[in-house]
C-alpha cells in the first residue's frame, strides 16, 4: 500500500475512533494507535465505580471494532515523541510514518500542583481507576461491619467527592442512592443509612455551566438523596483519613472519611508538550493546543488536533470537553485529511453544533438543557438514559446495559458488587 496515503490516528477515544470511523471506506492507509486495546465509553464510567455497570459493559476492543476494515490497523502502543521534519510517529520499539496525523489524546485529571493528593483522591481516568474507586467504596463498608468504635465506623461510611460538575454530581448521587437502597439489606452491623456522601464544590453552585435555575434543580435532587452539597468551599489537603477544607467565611474543617474522589477539573494530556516543543505550537494554561479553525496546527496543515487536547473558540467562549465536541471534531478533521490528500481541496473551519448538556443525578432524576427546551426529572433521565444508549459502541454493549439498567430500576440491585482490584492506582 506504498501508493496509498497513510494516516495515523493517536488515540482511541471519542474523538480518534470518530475520525477513523469517518476514514474507514477511504482510499488510505489508516492506523489506530492506543495505549489500551480498547475504546472506552468515559460517560459511563462512574457507573463501574459505583458498581452499575462491569467493566466489559461499556468498553470494546479496538480490533472488534475495525476487524471488517482490512484498510485500518489498530495498534497497542504509547507514543512518546513525533518526528514532524520526516512525518514519522515514535512510540517503543518502532515508528509509523505519516501524510496525516490526527491528535486525539484526551485529557488528565489536573490537581492544579498538588499531585501528592493523587493516591488518596483518584479521578475516573480509566478502567483501574474505576475500579480502585470501587474497592475503596465497598472495602469502607466491609470494615466497617466489623468496626466497634462509632466513630471510627462514621469515618468508613463518609465519602467526599470533589467537583460538583456532571461527573461529581453523577458519582454523589450514585453512591448515595446505592448506600441508601441497595445495602440496607446487605448489612447486620452497619447501618448503610448513616452514609455520608460529601460534595465539595469550590464556586456558588452545582453544575456550573448549566443555567442556574438547572443547577438549583439538580442540587435539590441530591439533597432529597441526602447528599451534604458544600460549595464555595476550597480543599486545603487531602490524605488517607481525611479532607481539609476552607469554608466560605475562612474557617477550615476537617472532614474524616474513608474515600475521596476527584472530579474537580482536567488538563491536556498525551502529547500536546511534545507537540508544542516540536512545532513551536501555543498552548493554554491547562496544556491544550492552540489549533487553526479547521483544527490543523499553524505551519503544519498535515497534523490535526481533536478532542481535550485542544484550544478553540467559538462566538468568543472556549469550547469545552465534552464528547459531542471530541466526536464531531474527530469526525471533521477526517474530512479534511480526504479534502486535503485524496481531492486536493482546501480545508474548511470546524464549527461545532450544540446539542446541549445532560447530567443525571440518581433514580428517576436528570437535568438537561437541550437550548431549546430545558427538561428535569423523570423525563430527563429517560432522555438521558437514551442517548447514552445510542452513543455506546456495539449492539450487545446496548443491549447489556439497558437491561442492567432495568433490572437495577425494578429491583434497587447491582450486580457488580466484587472487590476484585487491590493495588493503588498507576499513572504515568
Known sequence: MSDVPRVVIVGGGFGG????????????????????????FLPLL?????????????????????????NVRTLMGKVTDIDVTNRRVIYPGDELPYDALIIATGAAYNYFGNDQWIPHAPGMDGLESALEIRRRILMAYEEAEQEQDPERQQALMTFVIIGAGPTGVELAGAIAEMANRTFKEDFRVTNPNRTRVILIEMLDRVLPPFPPDLSEKARRSLEDLGVTVRTK?????????????????????????????WAAGVKAAGLSKVIHERTGVELDRGGRIKVMPDLSIPHHPEIFVVGDTVYLEQGGKLLPGLAPVAMQQGEHAARQVTRRLLNGQPTQPFRYRDRGAMATIGRAAAVADLRIVRL??????????????????????RLIVFLQWLWNYLTFRRGARLIVERNAVNRD
Open 17 to 40: 475512533l470518530y475520525a477513523a470511523k469517518k476514514l474507514k471506506d477511504e482510499a488510505l492507509d489508516i492506523t489506530l494507535i492506543d495505549k489500551e486495546n480498547h475504546h472506552l
Open 46 to 70: 462512574y457507573q463501574v465505580a459505583i458498581a452499575g455497570l462491569s467493566p466489559g459493559d461499556i468498553a470494546v476492543p479496538l480490533r472488534e471494532i475495525f476487524s471488517k476494515n482490512k
Open 233 to 261: 468551599t476550597r480543599v486545603l489537603d487531602i490524605t488517607a483519613t481525611h479532607v481539609l477544607v476552607q469554608t466560605e467565611d475562612g474557617a477550615e474543617e476537617r472532614i474524616p472519611c474513608s474515600a475521596v474522589m
Open 376 to 397: 428535569s426529572g423523570f423525563i430527563a433521565w429517560v432522555l438521558w438514559i437514551f442517548i447514552h444508549l445510542m452513543y455506546l459502541v456495539g449492539f450487545r454493549n
